[in-house]
């Protein structure tokens, strides 16, 4: 069956924008250095098939995260979220008595399309839960692959929408928020800074066009104007076109929607004369990164960026930078942990390690039950036969029943002079 699409009714305080917002600020470095169902559809959490699907005894997760690629500065944070989280459960005893294992393979970003050769690997592996891939566009492309093998796919950092209305065999979830969130708080955040004349340029895939037009949305419902809503070839090596494009368009605002390609985009912006230092820059989470070594001091200072995630504590960093020290980037390291615990406590509660029966049960323990946030704990009450509701890392979560968060916490960042980004405030919508 295919899940039904939620709808998430927000509204803006102090805004006409459907957005409910509560805010806080926050004085944390977190510097890099993402309605219930309508109809009577029974949801997978109801369904009760996935007690009856038999699992080999090891939970194994696959990693399809990006080490190569426009996304490869998310890969690393990513796979240490896994990594990290499988440690976890193995010290807690692991998965009905036996430790988890965990196998990786790189998804890059489509360009070339290897994602498909490297899903064949993990399920030769025999993954029973494939954590990624970071691109929405990515995993549109083996989420058939995935599904059809009967194999949870369960992303930490997919964002269309496109996915609340797939059929996905009801195997497939994620932890990052669906870009309506992400695009109503950016669409808020550049009118609230002033702009009313505002270009919004993305690439042209399932990820940049959802969130370029629920940006644009945003912007209209809250009476300013988009100047220009170009897109480009996410496969391009030249932007000239586009950028005459958007400056041509005149505007005192600029919403970038890219990947690691922003580093061909931003030089060809300044020398139209509507680079950061001329005229507001904002970045979204495909491209809020670390661009110390990219640019020269100075080039994004005051440029704000959002990614979805709740405050990232100082101690899961500092568990994240045990995992690898090499780390300069945490975005959606915090997603890609839960992900993998909710997994371990789907199959607990299911009594299986297969696919389809943790698919059953993961929407169960994320929500209405006894709110537990460590995997030995959560282990403990699901033993004790209660009912748990998983509280993450990156926030609360509870899945509605298309397997997208119904409530997320966006984080928005602003660019000091050597270009990296400290947070400034969060931002939480709820249904």
């Known amino acids: 069956m295919t899940r039904l699409q939620s709808a998430w009714r927000l509204a803006a305080a102090g805004a006409a924008a459907t957005l409910i917002l509560a805010s806080c600020g926050s004085d944390d470095d977190d510097s890099g250095g993402d309605d219930t169902a309508g109809g009577g559809e029974e949801s997978p959490s109801e369904s009760g098939t996935g007690s009856t699907a038999q699992g080999d005894g090891t939970l194994v997760v696959g990693s399809l995260l990006p080490s190569t690629g426009d996304l490869a500065f998310l890969g690393p944070p990513e796979f240490a979220g896994v990594d990290?989280?499988?440690?976890?459960?193995?010290?807690?005893?692991?998965?009905?008595?036996?430790q988890v294992t965990g196998v990786d393979a790189d998804s890059g970003d489509g360009t070339p399309n290897i994602a498909p050769g490297s899903t064949d690997k993990l399920l030769d592996q025999g993954a029973d839960v494939i954590v990624g891939a970071a691109s929405s566009s990515v995993s549109l492309s083996v989420i058939d692959k995935i599904t059809g093998a009967g194999v949870v796919h369960f992303s930490p950092a997919n964002t269309s929408t496109e996915?609340?209305?797939?059929?996905?065999?009801?195997l497939y979830f994620?932890?990052?928020?669906?870009?309506?969130?992400?695009?109503?708080v950016m669409g808020n955040l550049v009118v609230d800074d002033g702009a009313q004349n505002i270009a919004i340029m993305a690439r042209q895939d399932s990820y940049g066009e959802a969130l370029a037009e629920n940006v644009a949305k945003t912007i209209e419902e809250q009476g300013a104007t988009v100047s220009t809503k170009t897109l480009y070839n996410a496969d391009a090596t030249q932007f000239t076109a586009e950028v005459n494009e958007v400056a041509s368009s005149n505007p005192d605002a600029i919403v970038l929607i890219a990947f690691n390609e922003t580093t061909k985009i931003v030089p060809r912006l300044i020398a139209s004369g509507v680079g950061p230092q001329d005229i507001p820059v904002y970045l979204v989470d495909g491209n809020c990164a670390d661009y110390s070594a990219d640019f020269d001091p100075g080039t994004l200072a005051g440029s704000k960026c959002t990614y979805p995630g709740a405050e990232l504590t100082n101690d899961f960093k500092q568990r994240l930078l045990d995992t690898d020290p090499k780390?300069?980037?945490f975005t959606y390291g915090p997603e890609s942990y839960d992900a993998t615990i909710m997994s371990a406590l789907a199959a607990t509660a299911a009594g299986s390690d297969a696919?389809?029966?943790?698919?059953s049960e993961l929407i169960n323990i994320s929500r209405d039950g006894t709110v537990c946030t460590e995997y030995s704990e959560c282990v403990g009450l699901l033993e004790d036969g209660q009912d748990i509701?998983?509280?993450g890392v990156s926030g609360p979560c509870d899945l509605n029943d298309t397997g997208s968060p119904s409530k997320a916490t966006i984080g928005i960042f602003q660019y000091e002079n050597n270009n990296t980004y400290k947070n400034i405030e969060y931002v939480t919508g709820v249904i």
């Open 84 to 98: 990290l989280a499988i440690d976890d459960i193995n010290q807690a005893g692991g998965v009905l008595g036996q």
């Open 163 to 170: 996915f609340d209305t797939y059929d996905d065999h009801d």
């Open 174 to 184: 994620r932890t990052a928020p669906s870009d309506v969130l992400q695009g109503a």
């Open 327 to 329: 780390l300069k980037d």
């Open 355 to 359: 696919g389809e029966a943790i698919g």
């Open 389 to 391: 509701d998983y509280d």
